[in-house]
């Protein structure tokens, strides 16, 4: 490129294309070149300018996903920290109802236990309607807790955003948290009041009925139930409890044998005074392998499962007695 000799206004461009050929000449103004360098020096920063912003909005995305990731991960971590504070809260509840019939075996409170299931066999006394009145009715154990938050977080906060799902989320975490806080310190009282309790009534606790004499299922609770004999509303006073003929039956507690002997409904029986008021009954062995006046302990075999007397199957009607009134014996079952 060289400068014009007739004019300082513009710009010449001498193309040489060989020793023979005449060389091409192009002329521009030098407004029109100022113009063009301006021009693509704007461009240049224009370029620069979207790049930047580019490399700016780029890092904030990148950014904005990591957040994203991280309330995921939070949200997924609260939600397994609920269910964890959830499963506390069952395993609470158990031990509450636990505490609830160690009171009742250690006579520190009277507490009703559900009757669970209607079933088969055992001696009955039918019920008509002049006799309603002395029914023993099954009691629904009901255990109060705190009103919760709506336990599906995904349905009740559909319409928040992440912040406030999160904040959502955290504040059940805290409530369920101090019901258990709570929960924990009222149950620790209750433990501490049920082992002096426990120390002082070391030998009565030793009389007392607290495992499954046979292990099977319940196939009738105690209480009112349609007798499977004459298909009328009949008190039944024990539970019965299929298993296999010839099952070991178990004393659930220390005792003497009061009666071994045949009953045409209760069949081959056995009972044991366990002193204190209590006495337990099994109906329906197919053979008893104790003696009359002989002391077991708990978990010794007195019987063997069978289905004599008035009997659907094999099976053991279990019956406790205190102070010679029959009461659930699901009361007197701990595990």
Not at 22 to 37: E, M, Q
Not at 132 to 145: D, L, R, S
């Amino acid at each position: 490129m060289s400068q014009s000799n007739n004019s300082t206004d513009s710009y010449t461009i001498v193309i040489f294309r060989g020793s023979t050929a005449k060389p091409l000449r192009f002329s521009f103004p030098r407004s029109i070149v100022k113009r063009a360098l301006i021009l693509g020096v704007c461009l240049i920063l224009a370029d620069l300018a979207l790049l930047s912003h580019y490399v700016i909005r780029t890092g904030e995305v990148w950014e904005l996903q990591a957040l994203r990731g991280e309330m995921l991960s939070a949200r997924e971590q609260t939600a397994a920290f609920s269910t964890a504070v959830g499963d506390l809260k069952r395993r609470l509840l158990t031990m509450k109802e636990v505490n609830q019939r160690l009171r009742v075996m250690l006579g520190i409170q009277e507490v009703k236990s559900p009757d669970l299931l209607n079933g088969r066999g055992g001696e009955e006394t039918p019920i008509d309607g002049s006799k309603a009145i002395g029914v023993i009715e099954p009691v629904e154990n009901k255990v109060e807790t705190e009103p919760q938050p709506d336990q599906n977080p995904q349905t009740s906060s559909s319409n928040l955003g992440s912040s406030e799902e999160k904040d959502f989320l955290v504040l059940r975490v805290k409530q369920e948290l101090a019901w258990l806080n709570n929960e924990a310190a009222i149950q620790e009282q209750n433990l501490e009041v049920l082992t002096a309790a426990a120390e002082k009534r070391s030998t009565r606790w030793a009389a007392t009925p607290s495992v499954w004499p046979v292990k099977g299922w319940v196939t009738s609770g105690f209480g009112p139930r349609i007798s499977p004999f004459t298909d009328k509303p009949a008190m039944h006073d024990g539970l019965d409890i299929g298993a296999a003929p010839n099952t070991p039956v178990h004393a659930p507690a220390a005792g003497r044998v009061t009666v071994v002997g045949f009953d045409p409904k209760m069949g081959n029986l056995v009972n044991l005074d366990h002193g204190y008021g209590i006495q337990t009954q099994y109906g329906h062995l197919g053979k008893a392998l104790v003696k009359i006046g002989q002391r077991v302990k708990r978990g010794e075999v007195v019987g063997l499962i069978g289905s004599t007397g008035h009997s659907t199957g094999p099976h053991l009607h279990y019956m406790v007695k205190v102070n010679s009134q029959a009461v659930n014996p699901q009361q007197y079952i701990l595990d």
